[in-house]
């Protein structure tokens, strides 16, 4: 193959059943749909945290959040912590983000390393190791982590002039009697927002992601095109703020006997002011067709990107990823936004087109494997070079899965995800200590486990209760308590095993366990003799 590219597409907040190749009946997406058929889709892929911030600091560093350490938003991915575009720069590749990152650079690191924060090395850090080609976190210009965005000037100059248009049109409404209502307020879901559709903010980043292929050269580059929706504030432009109405909604996934649950964390969130709103079914039917309609806009202008690709000669030699951060609850389970771990939350779909002639036996199949978003940084430092790194990166490479049919490929038997809730109101609510406000989820093929500090965990029968409505963590069965035990210790297990010797390679151990001590240094020997029977040397003649 000529030379080598990615694009890496991620949606924000996307749920894995909104799109109609897994199963959405009313939503229909027939570009990502394309991208199966050419394709491996995923069926059972796993965000390591269910919010922005550190699912994708995991994504991109290819580690656990408890290796790098940015367990929420806001939180910075310290100094020395390397990431997809890091690994890929050493193989020439280009990496360029182009939309979200949710990344705060950690300016006290660099500031006591004498890194300038401009300079080429300071930007990098500040960006997740990628070149930002179109930083755009949204929340303009409030957002802690792109102050600057280019897109507000954008909008400016198409004539949408107003201190701050993203939020007074991209993501604004306008009612019957000519007011202007935001988005922000869920009751406005319905509007079409103010502004002509090629304008807003999908149209903008794919034209972006364009700009960039078309300029990018003969160098091999990696392309993150990150969307910054479905993500609220749920409004989108005509046409598709009435594709979809209430008619169209999936029935809640929930039970009355989930709000009877004693588990403190479970019980503190669905009492939360945003679970309690997303409970109601009014805030639903208002929300989840905008829901619906700004994923329609995401598969339309792929479409578009997808075809000029083709015509470019870029698409039958780029692999290309399509996946998101991470889920949305919309009421499911008397919940709303991503915390916790049901599969609305922290299941996500992972379609993987990989050009190569090697993936042709795969195409338009799917894997029920347990994946996680860490696999994919393994996968593209082998795509590009055919390296692993597994001092550092403690993702798989998905290249047998997505060059092989068979069911006898060695794959993980667990998957994992983790989160530190201690700054939502849940906390506050239970009242318990920050540093205790840790959640490990693990499930395999059958169960799903949540270990939570100080409580009891929660359990469920994924093969029996697919929905995971009934939590089994108080059950006595033997089944059960055997079955918990058994995740108990697996995250004991995954807990100990070495996460921060990144700075070493498995060879270079090696050699220094053959060598054992420096040259020059020599312990525990006898005499002479000794020394020659261990070294073969003389002992005198090696130290003249």
Request: charged fraction near 30%; hydrophobic fraction near 30%; charge should be negative.
């Amino acid at each position: 193959m000529s030379k080598k590219n990615v694009l890496f597409i991620m949606a924000d907040q996307l749920r894995w059943d909104y799109l109609s190749c897994y199963g959405h009946p009313f939503l229909k997406t027939p570009n990502i749909d394309m991208l199966a058929e050419l394709g491996v889709k995923f069926n059972n892929a796993y965000v390591q945290s269910p919010f922005c911030g550190p699912s994708r600091m995991s994504t991109y560093t290819g580690r656990y959040c408890r290796s790098h350490g940015s367990t929420w938003n806001g939180i910075p991915l310290k100094v020395g912590e390397q990431t997809i575009g890091d690994h890929l720069r050493e193989e020439g590749v280009r990496s360029v983000i182009i939309g979200k990152t949710h990344m705060k650079p950690d300016v006290e690191g660099m500031r006591r390393l004498g890194v300038d924060i401009n300079s080429t090395i300071g930007v990098h850090l500040s960006e997740c190791g990628f070149e930002p080609f179109e930083r755009d976190d949204g929340l303009h210009p409030y957002g802690p982590y792109n102050p600057n965005p280019k897109y507000d000037d954008y909008l400016r100059g198409k004539g949408y002039n107003s201190q701050n248009p993203w939020d007074d049109h991209a993501n604004s409404g306008i009612s019957e009697n000519g007011d202007r209502l935001s988005g922000w307020l869920l009751k406005n879901s319905n509007l079409a927002a103010d502004i002509n559709e090629e304008h807003s903010e999908t149209p903008y980043m794919t034209q972006r992601a364009i700009d960039f292929m078309k300029e990018a050269g003969s160098q091999p580059w990696l392309c993150h095109l990150s969307y910054i929706k479905p993500h609220w504030p749920y409004i989108v432009p005509k046409p598709y703020h009435n594709m979809y109405s209430a008619k169209d909604i999936i029935p809640p996934i929930r039970d009355d006997k989930e709000k009877e649950t004693n588990h403190p964390v479970f019980k503190a969130f669905i009492e939360s002011k945003y679970c309690k709103t997303f409970a109601r079914d009014d805030v639903r039917e208002r929300v989840i067709p905008a829901y619906m309609g700004l994923i329609k806009q995401i598969d339309d202008q792929l479409g578009l990107l997808f075809s000029w690709m083709k015509r470019n000669g870029l698409f039958e030699r780029t692999m290309i990823i399509f996946t998101s951060d991470h889920g949305d609850y919309l009421g499911d389970h008397w919940m709303g936004e991503k915390d916790l771990f049901h599969d609305q939350s922290v299941k996500v779909p992972l379609i993987v087109y990989d050009p190569r002639q090697g993936a042709d036996k795969t195409r338009g199949t799917e894997k029920n494997d347990l994946v996680e978003s860490i696999d994919l940084a393994p996968t593209f430092l082998d795509y590009f070079s055919g390296k692993s790194k597994p001092q550092i990166l403690e993702g798989r490479n998905l290249a047998p899965l997505l060059h092989t049919n068979s069911i006898n490929v060695d794959w993980r038997q667990y998957a994992l995800s983790e989160y530190d809730y201690s700054t939502r109101e849940a906390r506050q609510i239970i009242g318990n200590d920050q540093n205790d406000a840790r959640l490990i989820m693990i499930r395999d093929k059958r169960w799903k486990y949540i270990f939570a500090e100080n409580f009891r965990p929660m359990f469920f029968d994924l093969e029996n209760d697919p929905n995971e409505l009934y939590d089994l963590g108080e059950s006595k069965s033997p089944e059960h308590v055997k079955e918990m035990q058994r995740f108990y210790d697996a995250i004991f297990s995954w807990a100990r095993v070495h996460h921060n010797r990144t700075t070493i390679t498995e060879r270079q151990i090696e050699k220094m366990t053959l060598e054992r001590e420096p040259e020059g240094i020599v312990i525990g020997v006898w005499d002479e003799n000794e020394y020659k029977e261990l070294f073969g040397r003389d002992f005198y003649k090696d130290r003249s």
